[in-house]
């Protein structure tokens, strides 16, 4: 069954217009950009995801999967037959892939494919997610996987500049096939807890995808994936989809128990599993961390290996690079993009947030589909993605506060004081709404209103709260119809650190 959505354009943020029956899921456009938060269950996100987005996975398999990626129905089913011989998956997975087949049934979508003359099933949407693990069975394969070039800076690299002063800034460029229905099939995908000891996070992919084939969590980690190189046939089984895998160590709270989150998580959950091709796995995180990143090179029978700076030409200070070519588990092969990267690192090995993006520039490539840019410490998310004839280097990027897209999936942060209260009436709203805040005990606050972006549409300045409760107005005359956020800062009492809360007003005329 055809479905038409129709998008209502309203500035940078825009909201569906068309009646979403599921209360727990949903799809938006940020500048333009697909984006769908989901904050259930695995089964649940996964039946939320099919239902809103069927048309369009059905879409990418038929039209794009099975004939691009695996080479038409023939080599398919014989994909299907490895999948079947030679992989494992977490439950969770396949909860997921079940929910989402269930999901686009549920909205009249049919699963049949002409081109396989078959129904799909929940295996082929963990085989969509498992292409880089299968470009090592067959030659046909082989350049099926994302290409891309990272850079994370921080430390020396970051200290003279006053915006970071030290801090991580990380950029990613995801090179894959420039085929104009993937272009079209980008997702930002905003993931809330899906079971216990899980934290929110967010995945840059594709129509249909689950895995972190590019992502980062609520704790500031970020991990990319590029293809390495040595390709082999592979040896053995209980193949893991390295996306997968990625995703545990980022969905995780502390995936190796070791007590905190750091980027040394998404490294062991990737090496905790065998894997089927070859790998360059890029994770970094706050400056804080001993060290802030580090690549895994890893491959299914050359065993893996932890590059750090500590490797580095002397030249290229607190940057860290990886492209698609191993440069420690086996000696360094010339790779033109790496070398335009050293090139500028030899000119200067200094970086800022906007020269750490431009430098990645030098790398692009025509099949550049997402860069993608992350300052944990600034909460701050710079991505563009490429249009028909525009790889995405070449495009202005957009810039997003990272809270805001983690309250779609959970109004409230990590660190609240459970015992301030805030409400908001009417929300939606038309013209006008109220705050309204209630403590046990006087408070400081700082209160404000701001949309998508981070930009303060409203501040109502420090306000303290001696008689237990504060009651705002926020009259909304002047604003587009769409999500806005209110926050409050407030320090905690034991550990003086600044908390924080924050609570989406629903615009709507």
């Given amino acids: 069954m055809k479905k038409l959505m129709l998008i209502l354009v309203l500035g940078l943020f825009t909201l569906n217009s068309f009646s979403n029956?599921?209360?727990?899921?949903?799809?938006?456009?940020?500048?333009?950009?697909?984006?769908?938060?989901?904050?259930?269950?695995?089964?649940?996100?996964?039946?939320?995801?099919?239902?809103?987005?069927g048309e369009r996975i059905m879409d990418m398999f038929e039209n794009y999967m099975i004939g691009n990626t695996f080479g038409g129905a023939a080599s398919y089913n014989i994909a299907r037959q490895i999948f079947d011989?030679?992989?494992?998956?977490?439950?969770?997975?396949?909860?997921?892939?079940?929910?989402?087949?269930?999901?686009?049934?549920?909205?009249?979508?049919?699963?049949?494919?002409?081109?396989?003359?078959?129904?799909?099933?929940?295996?082929?949407?963990?085989?969509?997610?498992?292409?880089?693990?299968?470009?090592?069975?067959?030659?046909?394969?082989?350049?099926?996987?994302?290409?891309?070039?990272?850079?994370?800076?921080?430390?020396?690299?970051?200290?003279?500049?006053?915006?970071?002063?030290?801090?991580?800034?990380?950029?990613?460029?995801?090179?894959?096939?420039?085929?104009?229905?993937?272009?079209?099939?980008?997702?930002?995908?905003?993931?809330?807890?899906?079971?216990?000891?899980?934290?929110?996070?967010?995945?840059?992919?594709?129509?249909?995808?689950?895995?972190?084939?590019?992502?980062?969590?609520?704790?500031?980690?970020?991990?990319?994936?590029?293809?390495?190189?040595?390709?082999?046939?592979?040896?053995?089984?209980?193949?893991?989809?390295?996306?997968?895998?990625?995703?545990?160590?980022?969905?995780?709270?502390?995936?190796?128990?070791?007590?905190?989150?750091?980027?040394?998580?998404?490294?062991?959950?990737?090496?905790?599993?065998?894997?089927?091709?070859?790998?360059?796995?890029?994770?970094?995180?706050?400056?804080?961390?001993?060290?802030?990143?580090?690549?895994?090179?890893?491959?299914?029978?050359?065993?893996?290996?932890?590059?750090?700076?500590?490797?580095?030409?002397?030249?290229?200070?607190?940057?860290?690079?990886?492209?698609?070519?191993?440069?420690?588990?086996?000696?360094?092969?010339y790779c033109y993009r790496y070398k335009r990267i050293s090139d500028s690192l030899e000119t200067s090995n200094q970086m800022s947030v906007i020269r750490n993006w431009n430098v990645m520039k030098t790398a692009g490539v025509s099949t550049n589909l997402q860069t993608i840019q992350y300052i944990p410490s600034q909460h701050i998310l710079r991505f563009s993605f490429a249009e028909i004839g525009t790889p995405a280097y070449l495009i202005e990027p957009t810039e997003v506060f990272t809270d805001n897209l983690f309250s779609l999936v959970g109004i409230e942060g990590k660190k609240n004081n459970e015992g301030i209260k805030v409400s908001i009436n009417p929300n939606p709203c038309g013209n006008q709404t109220r705050v309204f805040i209630e403590s046990p005990d006087p408070v400081n606050l700082n209160c404000s209103i701001s949309d998508i972006n981070g930009r303060t549409l409203q501040d109502f300045g420090k306000l303290y709260l001696t008689d237990k409760n504060i009651d705002l107005e926020w009259f909304t005359g002047q604003v587009p119809s769409g999500i806005y956020f209110f926050y409050i800062e407030y320090p905690d009492p034991i550990t003086k650190n600044t908390n924080h809360i924050v609570k989406k007003i629903v615009v709507s005329r």
Wanted: glycine share 10%.
């Fill in 85 to 333: 011989d030679k992989f494992i998956v977490d439950d969770k997975y396949v909860e997921i892939a079940q929910g989402m087949i269930e999901g686009i049934d549920a909205a009249g979508i049919s699963l049949f494919s002409p081109t396989l003359n078959d129904y799909l099933n929940y295996k082929d949407v963990l085989i969509a997610n498992s292409v880089p693990d299968f470009t090592a069975f067959s030659e046909a394969w082989n350049d099926k996987g994302p290409g891309c070039s990272d850079m994370a800076s921080w430390g020396d690299a970051t200290l003279n500049d006053p915006g970071l002063s030290g801090e991580t800034v990380i950029c990613r460029n995801l090179d894959w096939d420039n085929d104009p229905l993937l272009i079209e099939s980008a997702l930002i995908i905003i993931w809330a807890p899906g079971g216990p000891d899980e934290q929110k996070w967010v995945s840059f992919g594709f129509t249909g995808l689950i895995g972190a084939l590019s992502g980062f969590n609520e704790s500031g980690i970020t991990t990319f994936q590029n293809m390495g190189n040595y390709y082999s046939i592979p040896v053995g089984g209980s193949f893991y989809p390295v996306n997968l895998a990625q995703r545990n160590g980022l969905e995780m709270e502390d995936y190796n128990g070791d007590g905190i989150c750091s980027p040394r998580d998404v490294t062991d959950a990737v090496r905790a599993h065998n894997v089927a091709s070859t790998y360059i796995i890029n994770t970094a995180g706050p400056a804080y961390f001993d060290p802030p990143a580090e690549v895994l090179e890893i491959h299914n029978s050359l065993g893996d290996t932890i590059r750090t700076v500590s490797q580095n030409p002397e030249y290229f200070g607190d940057n860290l690079v990886s492209t698609n070519h191993f440069r420690l588990l086996k000696p360094p092969t």
């Fill in 21 to 53: 029956p599921i209360i727990s899921a949903d799809t938006l456009r940020i500048d333009g950009k697909l984006v769908l938060w989901l904050r259930a269950n695995h089964y649940e996100n996964g039946f939320n995801y099919g239902y809103l987005l």
